[in-house]
């Protein structure tokens, strides 16, 4: 009788242990990795002549944190010609590159003296994105008086 005892209270024991392995997996803890986030960015000019640079000083503005969380950019100019740069590194058009800091700053040089357009997405290793637009009007303005 008391090996039965024992038997069924080892059986209730096991099976009680493997319940609570198989129910000990992450999601079940609810630790949740996947939070939306926004880019905000100081104002930018909206006339530039050719050969002259914006400056786009952005953050990530997250709605959570998740430490394993990658950002990355990357972007495409519809209209007009001109270059983007990124940490000294000049951006290829609808390339990837991983944002490294949370505040940075890309630098946009003119190369025409027509309407520009750069649409910037921002995303992240969990499938969120984030899209920004800017277009330029050509600055091609004479600074000088005219005469009467």
């Known amino acids: 009788m008391k090996r039965k005892i024992l038997f069924y209270f080892t059986l ?3 099976v009680s242990g493997l319940f ?3 129910s000990c997996k992450e999601d079940d803890f609810g630790i949740r990795n996947d939070y939306e986030f926004s880019v905000s960015c100081l104002p930018v000019p909206k006339r530039l002549k050719n ?3 914006a400056e786009f000083r952005m953050e990530l ?6 430490s394993g969380t990658k950002y990355y950019v990357r972007y495409f100019q519809p209209d007009g010609k001109g270059t983007l740069t990124l940490d000294g590194l000049t951006l290829l058009p609808n390339d990837s590159y991983e944002l490294k800091n949370e505040s940075f ?3 946009y040089t003119s190369q025409c003296d027509e309407q520009q357009a750069i649409d910037l ?3 992240d290793n969990f499938k969120n994105q984030y899209e ?5 009007s050509n600055d091609s ?7 009467d």
């Open 105 to 107: 700053r890309m630098y």
């Open 12 to 14: 209730v024991f096991a």
């Open 61 to 66: 503005v997250r709605s959570g944190s998740y």
């Open 20 to 22: 609570t392995v198989n």
């Open 141 to 147: 303005k004479n600074d000088s008086k005219e005469e």
């Open 121 to 123: 997405t921002f995303y």
């Open 51 to 53: 050969g002259e640079t």
């Open 132 to 136: 920004l637009s800017f277009t330029f």
